[in-house]
């Protein structure tokens, strides 16, 4: 007889730095472009804007996936120069994301880079939501890389 498997809602962290030799205004300006993700985001395809505000609180993009999937995301905090936040509405299996990016100067030509979110699934094993988190922490990592790459060329 095989056991089945709990489903219910989990609570998660993620939360992923990288620091990147480069100054603080030229990292700003290559994650505070919302839809500037394919150049440094693992796996996107494109990125567009679904709101006709494209900084700051408000900010709603759609991005697409090499796999055709979606994910709708809004801008809910803004500090230029310092972190953003948003929210995915829409394309994840959680009901809840929220991610906040921000940057911290350590010297003039280098910053730290952090990535973290909270997250509360739908319902799902803890397994199942075990392994969603280990897939987003090497997202995280590999998005990163990606980035500090582009920005100390």
């Known amino acids: 007889m095989t ?3 709990k489903k219910s809602f989990h609570t998660g962290t993620v939360k992923k730095s990288v620091k990147i ?4 205004d030229k990292v700003w300006r290559k994650v505070s472009n919302i839809v ?3 150049t440094w985001l693992v796996d996107v395809k494109n990125t567009t804007y679904l709101s006709k505000k494209k900084k700051d609180v408000g900010a709603i993009r759609l991005i697409t996936f090499a796999d055709g999937s979606q994910i709708e995301e809004h ?5 230029t120069g310092e972190y953003f936040t948003y929210v995915a ?3 994840l299996p959680l009901r809840v994301y929220v991610a906040t990016i921000s940057i911290k100067p350590k010297s003039k030509n280098l910053v730290e ?3 973290q979110s909270y997250l509360n699934s739908k319902k799902m094993s803890e397994k199942e939501f075990t392994e969603f988190l280990a897939f987003m922490g090497s ?7 990606n980035l500090k790459a582009l920005l100390e060329k």
């Open 3 to 5: 056991k089945l498997l």
């Open 113 to 115: 880079l952090t990535w």
């Open 139 to 145: 997202f995280y990592e590999a998005s990163l890389e």
């Open 89 to 91: 509405t829409d394309g």
């Open 75 to 79: 801008v809910v905090a803004w500090k």
């Open 36 to 38: 500037g993700l394919p």
């Open 21 to 24: 030799k480069a100054s603080k």
